[in-house]
């Protein structure tokens, strides 16, 4: 089917929802809840105690509560016992705690309210000067009197209804002034992470999608369940080549591969479209932390080509991914964040 379609149905278990994201026939993204009982969800808000810091690395453990720990990187100046207020940032590595970090945010489809980080912006990507005048005005009646809170009026707000904006910020704003308000002193999570339905909504609203079929089955009538499959193959296909994905303990090894033309030219048709298609291969399986790229042998000059393609591609895409650089064998490194679980473990 051509166009966008969201799809949601209810995960087999019946904990929580499984969300695909198609366009034009071709699956783009795929959100799926965990099973229950897991470790604490990227966006989820708890008063947390802190634990002894360790010695010599500035950090400390943070408990959350039902035998949860996460892990605070810059905890100087905060003594054992203190209860704070933490964010979760990124799934937990198997056996460890999750990251967590004291600046929250309460992010919503429109606003994104952040507390101790006072200032009214509109996304940089709306250009249109009426319009950022238009959203400055309703960012500072909704903001009026919050004291140190700030806000991002977010791309989707380009265009949309005002007393709809007006009722995200306004919701988004009562949350961080009910948490920032809490006076308890013992571990409790506040605020849950986003379920799979709740982030496809916040985030695939632009472009804004041509259907939405929610109802049991809606997998089976897109097509989601045969990309899922296709998904869970090492190999993908390319328009000139394949690369393999390959996640091992360490890291994800990526080797991107020519078929039978051997010339510069093809390698470096091959390698723009490995890249390209990266993020998008990453995205489906869940897959993030440390990235090791082989790619067709490629020159210095083609190597400044490739190092803006993998900016350029993983720009627009919803979890942080940073170039790090060649290693002395001529790998390409990514650092992607653990924002989502791999694909195999939210299936089994």
Same mark, same amino acid.
């Given at each position: 089917?051509?166009?966008?379609?969201?799809?949601?149905?209810?995960?087999?278990?019946?904990?929580?929802?499984?969300?695909?994201?198609?366009?034009?026939?071709?699956?783009?993204?795929?959100?799926?809840?965990?099973?229950?009982?897991?470790?604490?969800?990227?966006?989820?808000?708890?008063?947390?105690?802190?634990?002894?810091?360790?010695?010599?690395?500035?950090?400390?453990?943070?408990?959350?509560?039902?035998?949860?720990?996460?892990?605070?990187?810059?905890?100087?100046?905060?003594?054992?016992?203190?209860?704070?207020?933490?964010?979760?940032?990124?799934?937990?590595?198997?056996?460890?705690?999750?990251?967590?970090?004291?600046?929250?945010?309460?992010?919503?489809?429109?606003?994104?309210?952040?507390?101790?980080?006072?200032? /009214?912006?509109?996304?940089?990507?709306?250009?249109?000067?009426?319009?950022?005048?238009?959203?400055? /005005?309703?960012?500072?009646?909704?903001?009026?009197?919050?004291?140190?809170?700030?806000?991002? /009026?977010?791309?989707?707000?380009?265009?949309?209804?005002?007393?709809?904006?007006?009722?995200?910020?306004?919701?988004?704003?009562?949350?961080?002034?009910?948490?920032?308000?809490?006076?308890?002193?013992?571990?409790?999570?506040?605020?849950?992470?986003?379920?799979?339905?709740?982030?496809?909504?916040?985030?695939?609203?632009?472009?804004?999608?041509?259907?939405?079929?929610?109802?049991?089955?809606?997998?089976?009538?897109?097509?989601?369940?045969?990309?899922?499959?296709?998904?869970?193959?090492?190999?993908?296909?390319?328009?000139?080549?394949?690369?393999?994905?390959?996640?091992?303990?360490?890291?994800?090894?990526?080797?991107?591969?020519?078929?039978?033309?051997?010339?510069?030219?093809?390698?470096?048709?091959?390698?723009?479209?490995?890249?390209?298609?990266?993020?998008?291969?990453?995205?489906?399986?869940?897959?993030?932390?440390?990235?090791?790229?082989?790619?067709?042998?490629?020159?210095?000059?083609?190597?400044?080509?490739?190092?803006?393609?993998?900016?350029?591609?993983?720009?627009?895409?919803?979890?942080e991914t940073r170039f790090i650089g060649w290693t002395p064998l001529g790998h390409a490194e990514l650092l992607r964040k653990r924002e989502r679980l791999p694909?195999?473990?939210?299936?089994?």
């Open positions: 089917m051509k166009g966008r379609v969201v799809a949601i149905e209810p995960r087999p278990d019946g904990a929580g929802d499984q969300v695909a994201l198609m366009v034009d026939g071709r699956l783009e993204d795929l959100l799926i809840d965990p099973p229950e009982g897991g470790a604490p969800s990227p966006g989820a808000i708890y008063r947390g105690v802190l634990d002894r810091p360790m010695k010599g690395m500035g950090a400390a453990t943070v408990t959350l509560g039902n035998g949860q720990k996460g892990f605070l990187r810059d905890a100087k100046g905060i003594s054992p016992g203190t209860a704070l207020l933490v964010q979760v940032t990124s799934h937990a590595e198997p056996g460890k705690a999750a990251p967590v970090t004291p600046r929250l945010t309460f992010k919503s489809r429109y606003a994104i309210v952040t507390p101790g980080a006072p200032g /009214l912006n509109v996304a940089r990507k709306i250009r249109d000067e009426e319009e950022r005048e238009r959203l400055d /005005l309703i960012a500072r009646e909704e903001m009026e009197g919050a004291a140190g809170l700030g806000l991002v /009026l977010r791309t989707a707000s380009d265009g949309a209804d005002e007393d709809a904006i007006r009722a995200d910020v306004a919701e988004m704003r009562a949350l961080a002034e009910q948490v920032l308000a809490d006076p308890g002193r013992t571990a409790e999570l506040l605020v849950e992470g986003p379920g799979a339905a709740l982030v496809a909504w916040r985030d695939w609203s632009e472009p804004a999608p041509d259907l939405v079929a929610d109802q049991p089955g809606s997998f089976d009538a897109y097509g989601v369940w045969d990309a899922i499959d296709d998904v869970q193959r090492a190999r993908v296909r390319l328009k000139s080549g394949w690369m393999m994905v390959e996640p091992t303990t360490a890291l994800i090894a990526i080797d991107v591969n020519t078929g039978g033309d051997l010339s510069p030219a093809a390698g470096l048709k091959t390698n723009l479209a490995a890249i390209a298609e990266l993020p998008r291969a990453l995205r489906l399986r869940g897959l993030a932390g440390q990235i090791t790229v082989d790619l067709a042998p490629a020159t210095k000059k083609q190597r400044i080509e490739l190092e803006a393609a993998f900016r350029r591609a993983f720009r627009n895409d919803p979890v694909l195999r473990e939210v299936l089994a």
